[in-house]
Structures are given as structure tokens and as C-alpha cells.
């Protein structure tokens, strides 16, 4: 019997000598090294997982207490991954390889030059089909319990299967995405490197396969790493007056008011509470009204409900709310001076939110919102847009609004 095993054990010795070599030159050889540091922002805790190191978690306070209140803590954040998971992630995000037909990546929609979003009023899938909504900012989107515009997504890992089969979205089937990234070498070896399987010694050849839930979680790994807690404003809650110019303190002023209550729905330090609030947005000329939280959660209460937005890199994710329906930051808080639930079409009878109502701001004031909202803008821990993907696919990427627009002569 030992002898049997012995010989076996010679066996698997021999092949691990074999393919020990082949084991090195796939990590170095291919161009996808994946780093083994933290993203800028984070720091290795006692097990080895990146940890958000950021000024505000040292204040205690709930993140919901208080109009605007500055010294005010962060909610949890969906953390504490290893950085080779993460920057997996980040390869996966970029990849086309992630669509039925190798034409859409996240990025597509989500395009880091464009605050994450992609420019546009209702976002583009597959076969050029155009979405219901627009494409949300994913800044600080890991610290958020609840997801899309509705609201009716609890987590990152359930929210991406939403775009990832969608036939109007990417058009897979975790059958084609399990295959097409299981026939590619370079994913194989980045994804064993990543959660440390397919390694040692063993003979079994199922070791590198690479399962849904590690697709899963190094998108969520990456998607959590997109932090935005630096910009002017930021400063200035850490103590540096001088940080805001006078026009964006004036604005922060009004942000704070209780007149114009903006910091009540949008919160710091993320700039929103992360409820659902019916503010009666109007839908952009000839689209129908929609119901948001109300379709979703089966409360009628909830009809033309919608997740309050964060206001971070607000400035690079033109245009607003939840259609696009306003092209600038503008006429966007322009709204909120046209009397209470002025904008609902008159056959709804919506629950409009009681801090929304007339605030009757000056010209000036919403002017000062405006630059202020501008002083939300950090793009400071952008991680590296790759120039290349392991599918061989050029990296998906936003095509600019105005290339789809038809100039008439
Ligand atoms: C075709 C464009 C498109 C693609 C591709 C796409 N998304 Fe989105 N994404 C959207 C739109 C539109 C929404 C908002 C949908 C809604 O709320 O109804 C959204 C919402 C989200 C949200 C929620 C944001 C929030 O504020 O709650 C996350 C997270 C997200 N997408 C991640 C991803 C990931 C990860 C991928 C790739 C697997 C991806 N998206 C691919 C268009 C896209
Ligand atoms: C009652 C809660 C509430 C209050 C008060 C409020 N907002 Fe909003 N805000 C929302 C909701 C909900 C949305 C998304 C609505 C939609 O898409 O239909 C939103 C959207 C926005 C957007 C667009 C975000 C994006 O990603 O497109 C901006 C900018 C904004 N609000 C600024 C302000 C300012 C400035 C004030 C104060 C004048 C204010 N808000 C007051 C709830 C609120």
C-alpha cells in the first residue's frame, strides 16, 4: 500500500517539478501581473486585507446625524479584500470579454473619464438597445446599502448580475462567462494567482478553474476600491479653513441651510443618507413617468421613489437624475426652487418629500450651490486604466455623447 502511494507521490512530485517552471514564466511572462499592494487609500490590516485608512474614520458620529454636519463618520465600507483580488477586478471591469459578444465592458458605461457614468442621459447596451436609466457614478459605491436608482439592489454581488445577463446590458450567460474566461490561459493564471488556487502540488486538474463567485468578487473588490474623500470640501471638514474659496463656502452655507435643506437628503461626508425620497423630477419631453422605488419594492407609497444620489465627483457626471434629465449642475438645482412637487405630471398624486418644497432661493444662491458642488470633485485615488486586457479587446470605454449626435448641415 505505501508503496503505492509512494510511487504516487513520486508522480505528482515529478509533475509539480514539471510545471513548476511553467507556474513562474505564466506569472512573469504575460503582461497582467497583478500588484501586491494596497490602492492608494488603503492599507494592509493584521490578515493581510486592504482597510480603508481615511481621517473620517476617526469620527464617531453617525454618518446620518445632523443637517450637513462636518466631523461626521463614514457608514461601513465593503472592504478588506487582498490587492491581488482587487486588481483582478480592475482587469475584469475594463474587459469586454464580460458581454456575449466581446462589446460592452462595465467601463462602457461606467467610464473612469466621465466620473465613472458615461455621459449620457439613458445608457447603451448591447446591439446599441437604449436602457430605461441613466448610468450611475460608482464612486464610493462600495460604502452603499442599497443600489441603483430604485434602490432595489442590497449588494454588489447581486447588482452586477443585473447587467451582466441582461439581454439589454451585456447579453451573457454565466454558461458563455464561465467558458470564455475559463479558455483564456492568462485569466486562468491571474485568477489561481489572485485567490491562490490551482497552486502546490496537486494534480488535480480542475485547481485553476475559475468559479462565478471569484468573478464576483473581485469586481465587488474593485468597485469598493473607487474612494473619493479628499476634495476641497474634505479639507476643510478636516480643519483647513482656507480650503473653500469664499463663493463655495457661501454655497456650502446653503447646502447646510434650513431653508434649502439639500444636506438633510444629501448627507455628508458621502452627500446622501442613502434613503429613498419622491422628489417629482420631470421626465425628459416624451418619456413616460417613472415609478422608481414604487415598480420595485410593491409599496405604493414608494411611487416616483429614488435612492438619494451621492454628490461626490458630481461635477464629472453630467448629465443629472435619473433619466439625464438635466444637463447641467445648474438647471439641476434650479429644480429644487420651482415650488414643491411643481414638476409632477398632473394625473400623479405623489408623496413628494416635505423638505422639498420652496425654497425660494436667489439667482446668486444657486449659483454658490453650483460652485460649491464643484468642490466635491477628487479624483485623487483613480486607479489605472489599462491599456490593455487579457482578452486581447480593446478596453471598453464610453463613446462620447457627441459622436452618436447627428449634425444636420
Ligand atoms: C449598458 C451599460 C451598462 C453596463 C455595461 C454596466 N452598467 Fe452598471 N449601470 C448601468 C445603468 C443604466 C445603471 C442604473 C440602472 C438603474 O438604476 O435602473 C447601472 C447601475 C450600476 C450600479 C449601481 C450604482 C448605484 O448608484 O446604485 C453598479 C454598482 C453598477 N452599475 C456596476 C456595474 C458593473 C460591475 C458592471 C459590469 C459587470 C456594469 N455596471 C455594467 C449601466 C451599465
Ligand atoms: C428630500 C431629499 C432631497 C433633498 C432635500 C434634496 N435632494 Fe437632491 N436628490 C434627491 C434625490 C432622490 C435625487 C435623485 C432624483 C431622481 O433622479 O429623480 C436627487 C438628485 C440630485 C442631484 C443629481 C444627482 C445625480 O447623480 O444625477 C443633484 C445635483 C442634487 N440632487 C442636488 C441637490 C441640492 C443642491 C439640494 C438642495 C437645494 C438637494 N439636492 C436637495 C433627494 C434630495
Known amino acids: ?35 501586491d499592494y494596497c490602492p492608494a ?8 486585507v486592504c482597510k480603508l485608512d481615511s481621517i473620517y474614520n476617526t469620527y464617531k458620529s453617525p454618518h446620518n446625524s445632523g443637517v450637513g454636519g462636518l466631523k461626521a463618520g463614514l457608514p461601513e465600507l465593503r472592504d ?28 462602457s458605461c461606467h467610464d473612469p473619464e466621465l466620473g ?39 449588494s454588489l454581488e447581486e447588482q452586477m448580475l443585473g447587467p451582466l445577463y441582461s439581454e439589454l446590458e451585456m447579453g451573457n450567460t454565466p454558461e458563455n462567462l464561465l467558458k470564455t474566461l475559463n479558455d483564456n490561459a492568462t485569466y486562468r493564471a491571474m485568477f489561481a494567482e489572485a485567490f491562490h488556487s490551482g497552486t502546490g502540488t496537486s494534480a488535480n486538474t480542475n485547481a485553476d ?11 465587488t473588490a474593485f468597485e469598493s476600491s473607487l474612494i473619493s474623500l479628499n476634495s476641497r470640501f474634505d479639507f476643510y471638514a478636516h480643519g483647513a479653513h482656507n480650503a473653500l474659496a469664499p463663493s463655495e463656502l457661501e454655497g456650502l452655507n446653503v ?28 421626465e425628459p419631453e416624451d418619456r413616460p413617468f417613472d415609478p422608481g422605488a414604487g415598480a420595485t419594492s410593491g409599496i405604493p407609497e414608494q411611487r416616483g421613489g429614488f435612492r438619494v444620489p451621492s454628490l461626490r465627483n458630481i461635477a464629472r457626471s453630467a448629465p443629472y437624475m435619473h433619466q439625464g434629465n438635466f444637463e447641467t449642475l445648474r438647471e439641476t438645482v434650479g429644480f429644487y426652487n420651482k415650488g414643491r412637487g411643481h414638476a409632477v405630471p398632473e394625473d ?18 444657486l449659483d454658490r450651490l453650483v460652485d460649491f458642488l464643484h468642490a466635491l470633485t477628487d479624483e485623487g485615488f483613480m486607479p489605472e486604466i489599462p491599456m490593455r486586457v487579457p ?3 480593446p478596453p471598453g470605454r464610453a463613446i462620447k455623447a457627441q459622436a452618436l449626435t447627428v449634425r444636420t448641415p
Open 348 to 365: 400623479e398624486s405623489l408623496l413628494i418629500h416635505w423638505h422639498i418644497w420652496d425654497p425660494n432661493l436667489r439667482d446668486e444662491e
Open 41 to 48: 487609500g488603503f492599507k494592509f490590516n493584521e490578515h493581510s
Open 1 to 35: 500500500m505505501w508503496f503505492r502511494s509512494l510511487s504516487k507521490l513520486g508522480a505528482s512530485l515529478a509533475l509539480a517539478l514539471w510545471l513548476a517552471p511553467l507556474a513562474i514564466a505564466k506569472q512573469t511572462n504575460h503582461d497582467f501581473a497583478l500588484v
Open 116 to 154: 465613472f457614468s458615461d455621459g449620457k442621459g439613458r445608457a447603451v447596451g448591447i446591439h446599441g438597445q437604449i436602457l430605461e436609466r441613466s448610468a450611475p457614478s460608482l464612486w464610493n459605491i462600495g460604502f452603499f446599502q442599497r443600489l441603483l436608482w430604485d434602490g432595489s439592489k442590497a
Open 255 to 282: 447646502f447646510r441651510s434650513f431653508v434649502s435643506r439639500c444636506g438633510e437628503c444629501h448627507t455628508p461626508p458621502l452627500f446622501t443618507n442613502q434613503q429613498l425620497a419622491i422628489i417629482g423630477v420631470p
Open 209 to 219: 478553474t475559475i468559479r462565478l463567485d471569484m468573478v464576483y468578487e473581485a469586481l
Open 391 to 393: 482578452s486581447g479587446l
Open 80 to 107: 478588506g479584500f487582498r490587492p491581488e483580488v482587487i486588481d483582478l477586478g480592475r482587469y475584469l471591469f475594463f474587459d469586454p470579454i464580460l458581454s456575449s459578444d466581446g462589446s460592452l465592458a462595465c467601463s
